[in-house]
Nanobody, 117 residues
Framework: QARLVESGGGLVQPGGSLRLSCVTS????????LGWYRQAPGEQRELVAAITRDGDTSYARSVQGRFTISRDNAKNVLYLQMTNLQPADTAVYYC???????????WGQGTQVTVSS
């Protein structure tokens, strides 16, 4: 059974940085496209960044140039490096598998990121 567990969130001041991790098990990590999504209070969940099995990346316009998605196929871990964080980045962040332009599988508990002074 596929399992994805997010961690690394926290409280950070505007302009700060965080690195999120998504430790996975139970599926062929190397063969899957993956993504980071976020959901702010009262908002719909949105795609933040995606990475294909071949390492091609894409980003939401709002985070382009500030966030970097990466993967470690040896450790089965997905990362999201976030810099120059802003209050608008406050949300619960989730990792999940993707197929085409859609997510699939079960959502985990996510990790809370709060950007506030």
């Amino acid at each position: 059974q596929a399992r994805l567990v997010e961690s690394g969130g926290g409280l950070v001041q505007p302009g700060g940085s965080l690195r999120l991790s998504c430790v996975t098990s139970g599926f062929g990590f190397d063969y899957e496209d993956l993504g980071w999504y976020r959901q702010a209070p009262g908002e719909q969940r949105e795609l933040v960044a995606a990475i294909t099995r071949d390492g091609d990346t894409s980003y939401a316009r709002s985070v382009q140039g500030r966030f970097t998605i990466s993967r470690d196929n040896a450790k089965n871990v997905l990362y999201l490096q976030m810099t120059n964080l802003q209050p608008a980045d406050t949300a619960v962040y989730y990792c999940i598998r993707r197929l085409g332009d859609r997510s699939y599988g079960s959502w985990g508990q996510g990790t809370q990121v709060t950007v506030s002074s």
